[in-house]
């Protein structure tokens, strides 16, 4: 199983970056998908899921309005689109993939429901 993120990069205040996980080894549109932040020095955060067929969304209260995840079954490939980004947004981004059926809030924001992950891709947000 593979989970390969891409599209962080470098951009300033109030910027646009999309990232991608492509997901490989697995039915991916089986796999409910979440994606995962972590700061220098803090807990990995939720910051969004998205359900098996992309149904239903949720969203960590500090990017609602400013991210949408969504996915593409056909290319397995899952995504976050991030607007008005903000310096604290600034972690490694990291995608994970959940076959539990409990794919509920609050449970589908726990690390622990999820059973594949990816490196991680950095964003840097400058002020």
């Known amino acids: 199983v593979q989970l390969v993120e891409s599209g962080g990069g470098l951009v300033q205040a109030g910027g646009s970056l999309t990232l991608s996980c492509v997901v490989s080894g697995v039915a991916f549109s089986r796999y409910a998908m979440g994606w995962f932040r972590q700061a220098p020095g803090k807990e990995r955060e939720f910051v969004a899921s998205i359900t098996w067929g992309g149904g239903t969304t949720h969203y960590t209260e500090s990017v609602k309005g400013r991210f949408t995840i969504s996915r593409d079954n056909a290319k397995n490939t899952l995504f976050l689109q991030m607007n008005s980004l903000k310096p604290e947004d600034t972690a490694v981004y990291s995608c994970?993939?959940?076959?539990?059926?409990?794919?509920?809030?609050?449970?589908?924001?726990?690390?622990?429901?999820?059973?594949?992950w990816g490196q991680g891709t950095q964003v840097t947000v400058s002020s």
């Open positions: 994970a993939a959940s076959l539990n059926s409990n794919f509920v809030p609050p449970l589908n924001q726990q690390p622990q429901l999820y059973d594949h």
